[in-house]
């Protein structure tokens, strides 16, 4: 399994890697800047299994976008996305919940012990 | 009186002197001349004779003569006489003078009494002289007694005689009534009756009536005599009633006090009457009545036995006469049944001769006297038949009693005459010693029963046959073969009656074929022309002899040719009609002829009914035929005996298929029972009209007919005859339904149809009137006054004029009105009326419609209303209504005008029309073709468009023109109707609202990403800080990065105040 965080903010990165890497030792991390780049990576590894975290405001392909694009591969993946904004405008957290294979709508900064539950329930419950 | 004033002394003083001188006074006891005088038993007299005074009277002659003694002397011999005795007094007293003197003289006169009564006296009379005075001694003597006693010897005697001569008249007399007529004369006048009459009663019948009348000779016979033969029939009942049980009547004029008999006794001047009965053997047999006129009188029993020897004697006569009437009445009957009679009676011996025959074998046969005696009795008895007589008479001397058969015996002319006779064995008794027969001539009951059986089998023959044709040739067959000729015809009157023409012939023979071919017939004869023409004239039938020669017998070259000597001919006649006749003809005398002549008496007639009835079948038959209407003969048992062609086209059938079949078989099967049951039923019906029958055609069709039958009970016939009523009772049919669907309809649409003539108070009412107005015909009756009370009180004013003032003869008016129901329910009716015309053109009635439209009121009501509010929506929202007709290209809009009315506008459906006009120029384009797109879409119903307007002010609008289309079953548009709503409001609100949308949107997403992105890594940054101290980073790289993160904030947020600025320059009516 591997851990993706897609945001273009470098130190909103650096901040939740460090959560990540602190809570789960060991995961791999990988860190795209924008959704373009992230999407690639996942369908060039249709067997490895993602957990996402997606930033919506981002430069060349957003979240909205990378979450459009991606939906008509979703079933050939393994992939778990969670979208993690600074947003906490309501009507982004209502098209999120269109979308089945976004499993949470969660706010930045990301919090630790929400992601204790993601590792352990959600991406047991995808396999 | 003459004499009592010539011969009256006027000095009768002087009397009394010389009284006393002649007679002077002396003692009683010494008798003198004067006593002698004085007391002589019979009255003496003195008196002078030439004044015939008397002079001296005796007692005797004052006493008997009544007066005093002065007195007396103061009359003269004049005063004692009955006046009319005077002149006998004169002539005497002539005579005394030519007496000598004391000579006697005897006389005899009347005497008067002074009480007036006359009596006769014998005067016997001396002269002597009397004082010196020639007088005569006079003594008179009373003979009354001497007198009567005289007379009635007299009369004894004459009644004596009366008696003598009456007998003798009645035993000389053979004829009692005769006799009873001449003792009538001696009656009256032995009895000085004036009527005398005998009334004989009948014992057989009760009547009673006048034998016999007298009346006294010398009466006035005048007037009289008539009315006295009879009498009035009251009195002959008063009289007969006594006089019928034996008693004699006797009745005055004066005793009677019943006022109507004292009127007869008057009337017939009757003073007295009796009546004596007359019983012969204790029968009552009629009665003797004598009247007197002239007084009333008590029957002396001297002439009451004169009148009983009378009756007696003549009881005795009648009685005599009665039985020598019997005794010649028996006699006569006798001689008349033996001898006048009919019946032939001979006396036969036992070997069958005659012995004796009774005249009437003179009579009947015309056999002399005696011819036939002692011949044998078969003799003039026809070949045939002698066998069967010799049997009979075999068996007569047998038994006591045989009769024969009727068999043909000779007249002595040659003709045979037919007889029966009856034997009776009188062998044994010696006054007779034969056979008594009795033999009677059944000629005509023979001829009678031959003749019948010939005119029966002859009708039959007619009767019978299929046609007249038929039936007249075999009728004249068997006449010609009856009646033993050579040839029969039979003449016809034509139809119109006044010809004749040959029907038929048939000859038996050479000679009647000869004369057929021989004769050239005419075509036809009138009246009076050859034998039928004259049998037509007479109506007599007719025997012509030597018709070879005979001048009115047109065809007698034909006659003399063939032989035919002798035609008979005989009317055909039934009432007085005259049908025709039947010639015989044959080739012998016509006495031969004549034989059989007694068969054709009344065949003519016999015939004719039959013959009447057959031609009019005849006619009849072809009436059958020719009519158009179906004709048939049916049996008792439903065959078809007989059928016209009209029912066997009408059937589409042939004869043959028809007759013989059962009538059934042509009947619709619905209407079989029917008739069956007619059938059975029917049959007992001599009539039966108008049954309505459907038959069933070959081709399937079914057909109505009415038929109408009459029984023929004797020859078990059933006539029927139809008419082919199939178009009418079609028209009929589809009339009902007609009149079903226009019931149906009526109440269907509720409406109800009304009358009333206008001489009515009454209108008449459908049913459906009543259910609209909620009656029913028992609880209503429609008269004005009720009428009036269903309007609506504010619709009552359209029944107060007279209907005629408003109305037009056949012009329909129509009106709406309200009514109150039964219920008190309102509703509204419209009614439509039309005044109705006669003829002349004169208004008869009312009639009219009348149709429940209380939906229909209560729809436009709601119409009207749901119009208004939508008229008012409309103008409250700025909608305008349009519509194309696209069939008609019709574009039609609705625009409210300036005081919010609305107002249509039509123009053609045309892009430059007005409607569109209205489009703003940018986007005329489009809406069209926007329009023209959506009609030629086939399923294109609804549809939208916004578009812009332009004012007449040039302001622009915004507008939202919603629109719906109807199409054909192909998609071809109909009808589009559109509604135009003005947006430019709400599209301007709208406007706006997109842009502050557009701003919050803005600043929304600044807020939320641009904004708190920087937030959000001071918050991460903080997090990480707390968690991790400076291990994870340092303080100074912790505080440049806040510091970065809320520049950037601060520069967030001036951008949103930038837009919210930006919002307000271009915005208006953002608030």
């Given amino acids: 399994m591997e851990i993706l965080l897609i945001d273009d903010d470098a130190i909103t990165n650096f901040v939740h890697q460090n959560i990540i890497e602190s809570k789960l030792p060991g995961m791999p991390i990988k860190i795209f800047y924008n959704g373009q780049t992230a999407l690639d990576h996942i369908c060039a590894h249709p067997e490895t299994k993602f957990l996402v975290f997606l930033d919506l405001n981002m430069p060349i392909m957003n979240g909205w976008e990378f979450l459009e694009a991606i939906a008509p591969k979703i079933d050939t993946l393994q992939v778990n996305i969670h979208v993690l904004t600074s947003s906490i405008d309501p009507r982004d957290h209502q098209i999120t919940d269109a979308m089945p294979f976004v499993r949470s709508f969660l706010e930045k900064p990301l919090d630790e012990n929400v992601l204790d539950r993601f590792i352990s329930d959600k991406i047991d419950q995808r396999e | ?1071």
């Avoid at chain 2, 006074?25 to 030439?50: K, M």
């Avoid at chain 2, 015996?409 to 034997?423: D, F, I, Q, S, Y």
């Avoid at chain 2, 009076?528 to 018709?547: A, D, F, Q, V, Y």
Wanted: charged letters at 25%; glycine letters at 6%.
């Fill in chain 2, 1 to 1071: 009186m003459y004499y009592k004033t010539l011969y009256r002394t006027p000095n009768s003083d002087l009397t009394q002197a010389q009284n006393d001188r002649m007679f002077p006074d002396q003692t009683p006891t010494d008798f003198s001349a004067d006593d002698l005088f004085d007391f002589c038993p019979n009255p003496l007299w003195i008196y002078d004779v030439e004044t015939l005074k008397f002079l001296k009277v005796n007692r005797e002659a004052i006493r008997h003569y009544g007066y005093g003694e002065k007195e007396f002397l103061t009359l003269t011999l004049a005063d004692i006489s009955p006046i009319e005795d005077l002149t006998k007094l004169s002539a005497a007293m002539e005579l005394i003078d030519r007496r000598d003197s004391e000579s006697f003289k005897e006389g005899f006169y009347r005497h008067l009494k002074k009480d007036g009564t006359v009596f006769p006296v014998q005067l016997r009379g001396n002269l002597v002289t009397y004082d010196g005075r020639k007088a005569e001694l006079v003594m008179a003597t009373d003979i009354s007694e001497t007198i009567a006693s005289e007379k009635r010897l007299l009369f004894q005697k004459r009644i004596f005689q009366a008696i003598s001569e009456i007998n003798t008249h009645l035993i000389r007399n053979s004829n009692w009534m005769e006799a009873l007529e001449g003792c009538f004369t001696i009656i009256c006048t032995a009895l000085q009756v004036h009527r005398a009459y005998f009334y004989q009663s009948d014992p057989a019948d009760a009547t009673i009536t006048l034998k016999a009348y007298r009346s006294l000779e010398g009466m006035d016979m005048g007037d009289e005599a008539l009315q006295g033969q009879h009498l009035p029939y009251p009195l002959l009942q008063q009289i007969l009633g006594p006089v019928r049980k034996g008693r004699k009547y006797e009745q005055s004029i004066e005793n009677l006090e019943d006022v109507v008999l004292r009127e007869l006794f008057t009337g017939r001047n009757l003073k007295s009457i009796l009546v004596l009965p007359i019983f012969v053997n204790n029968r009552f047999r009629g009665v003797i009545g004598l009247e007197d006129l002239v007084k009333t009188r008590k029957w002396h029993s001297a002439e009451k036995q004169l009148l009983d020897s009378l009756v007696s004697n003549l009881s005795h006569l009648i009685a005599q006469t009665d039985a020598i009437e019997n005794i010649r009445a028996n006699e006569k009957r006798f001689r008349n049944l033996v001898q006048k009679g009919t019946d032939l009676i001979a006396i036969i011996d036992s070997e069958g001769r005659y012995k004796y025959t009774s005249p009437t074998y003179n009579n009947q046969l015309a056999y002399a006297k005696d011819t036939l005696l002692g011949q044998h009795f078969t003799t003039i008895v026809c070949p045939e038949h002698q066998g069967v007589l010799l049997a009979t008479l075999q068996r007569a001397k047998r038994e006591t009693h045989v009769e024969t058969g009727p068999y043909r015996v000779r007249h002595a002319k040659g003709t045979w005459r037919w007889m029966e006779t009856k034997l009776t064995n009188h062998l044994k008794e010696p006054t007779i010693e034969g056979l008594v027969a009795n033999t009677s001539d059944v000629t005509q009951q023979v001829h009678l029963k031959r003749k019948r059986e010939l005119a029966l089998d002859l009708t039959k023959t007619l009767a019978n046959a299929k046609n007249l044709k038929v039936g007249l040739r075999r009728t004249l067959k068997k006449l010609v073969l009856a009646s033993n000729v050579t040839l029969g015809e039979i003449w016809l009157r034509s139809k119109d009656g006044d010809q004749l023409t040959r029907a038929s012939y048939f000859h038996h023979g050479k000679k009647g074929q000869l004369f057929l071919q021989k004769s050239t017939l005419r075509d036809f004869l009138v009246i009076g022309l050859g034998l039928p023409g004259i049998i037509w004239k007479t109506k007599e039938p007719i025997i012509w002899e030597n018709i070879d020669s005979h001048p009115s017998f047109i065809r007698s070259k034909a006659a003399r040719e063939s032989g035919l000597r002798t035609a008979i001919g005989v009317p055909l006649i039934t009432g007085d009609d005259f049908l025709g006749c039947f010639l015989l003809f044959t080739d012998m005398d016509k006495t031969v002829l004549e034989d059989h002549s007694f068969l054709f008496d009344g065949l003519g007639t016999d015939l004719g009914g039959i013959l009447k009835q057959k031609i009019l079948e005849d006619e009849y038959r072809e009436f059958f035929e020719i009519s158009p209407d179906p004709f048939c003969i049916l049996g008792f048992d439903g065959t078809i005996k007989q059928a016209n062609k009209a029912l066997a086209t009408i059937l589409g059938v042939s004869m043959e298929m028809l007759v013989g079949q059962h009538y059934q078989t042509f009947i619709h099967e619905d209407d079989r029972p029917k008739l069956a049951k007619k059938f059975q039923n029917g049959v007992s019906d001599d009539i039966d009209y108008g049954n309505e029958v459907r038959m069933v055609t070959t081709t399937e069709e079914e057909r109505w007919f009415v038929w109408s039958s009459t029984i023929n009970r004797g020859e078990k016939l059933v006539l029927a005859v139809a008419k082919d009523i199939t178009e009418q009772k079609r028209a009929e049919l589809s009339l009902q339904r007609a009149n079903e669907r226009l019931q149906q309809a009526q109440r269907i649409a509720k409406l109800g149809y009304w009358r009333r003539d206008l001489s009515s108070d009454i209108s008449e009412w459908s049913r459906e009137t009543y259910a609209i107005h909620g009656y029913t015909p028992d609880e209503f009756i429609p008269t004005m006054a009720n009428l009036i009370d269903t309007f609506h009180p504010e619709d009552r004013f359209l029944l107060i004029d007279d209907p005629k003032d408003h109305l037009e003869p056949g012009k329909v008016m129509r009106f709406e009105h309200r009514i109150i129901t039964a219920h008190g329910e309102t509703r509204w009716v419209q009614q439509e009326i039309q005044l109705m015309v006669d003829d002349a053109n004169n208004p008869t009635h009312l009639e009219g419609t009348i149709q429940d439209i209380t939906a229909r009121k209560e729809y436009e009501l709601q119409l009207k209303m749901s119009n208004d509010r939508f008229l008012l929506a409309m103008l409250a929202s700025n909608q305008t209504i349009w519509e194309v007709d696209h069939t008609n290209k019709v574009l039609t809009y609705s625009h409210m005008t300036e005081d919010n009315q609305e107002q249509l506008a039509k123009e053609e459906f045309l892009k430059e029309s007005s409607w569109f006009k209205r489009v703003h120029p940018d986007d005329k384009d489009l809406v069209w073709t926007a329009l023209v797109q959506h009609l030629d879409t086939k399923n294109g119903r609804r549809g939208s468009l916004d578009y812009r307007t332009v004012g007449s002010d040039g302001t622009i609008g915004y507008v939202t023109d919603t629109f719906h289309t109807q199409r054909d079953s192909e998609g071809r548009p109909i009808r589009t109707i559109g509604s135009v709503m003005d947006v430019t409001v709400v599209k301007n609100q709208l406007e706006q609202i997109k842009l502050q949308n557009k701003a919050l949107a803005e600043i929304a997403w600044l807020q939320s990403h641009a904004i708190r992105s920087p937030l959000t890594r001071i918050m991460a940054l903080l997090k990480l800080y707390q968690t991790k101290g400076e291990s994870a980073i340092s303080n100074a790289e912790l505080l440049r990065l806040i510091s970065d993160s809320v520049t950037e904030i601060d520069s967030e947020i001036h951008k949103i105040i930038a837009i919210t600025h930006n919002n307000h320059d271009h915005g208006n009516s953002i608030d």
